[in-house]
């Protein structure tokens, strides 16, 4: 009896007096738990939606770049390739002006002579 007694007022002394009342009241606070973790596991698993979409987006804008980075990059090994072709290609126009201008003074030169001579 003693025993029964004491686990009867140690159970009264944790969960409170059992009456209809607190039992109410701890239904309703066990249901408003039970929403607010249902209203936050929707949260989480929403926010983790929205991760996993982003890391797929950012994936994409790196594959982007990526492909953007090798044009670029063969663009600049087309424009130095042009660049010293140019640079030839002026040398090359350059040598002929002096050719012509040396061509020109030796045909002045021969007229000269050859009016000197007749």
Not at 11 to 31: F, I, K, T, V, W
Not at 38 to 47: C, I, V, Y
Request: charged fraction near 35%.
């Amino acid at each position: 009896q003693v025993q029964l007694g004491d686990a009867a007022a140690g159970r009264d002394e944790l969960l409170g007096p059992d009456d209809a009342a607190n039992s109410e009241d701890q239904r309703e606070r066990l249901l408003q738990n039970t929403e607010r973790m249902s209203k936050t596991t929707n949260r989480l698993e929403e926010g983790y939606r929205m991760t996993l979409e982003t890391e797929e987006i950012g994936r994409g804008i790196m594959d982007n770049l990526h492909r953007d980075r090798e044009t670029i990059t063969r663009a600049r090994d087309r424009l130095r390739g042009v660049d010293q072709d140019l640079g030839k290609s002026g040398r090359i126009l350059n040598g002929m002006v002096r050719r012509v201008y040396q061509n020109r003074v030796i045909l002045t030169i021969v007229g000269i002579l050859m009016v000197g001579i007749i």
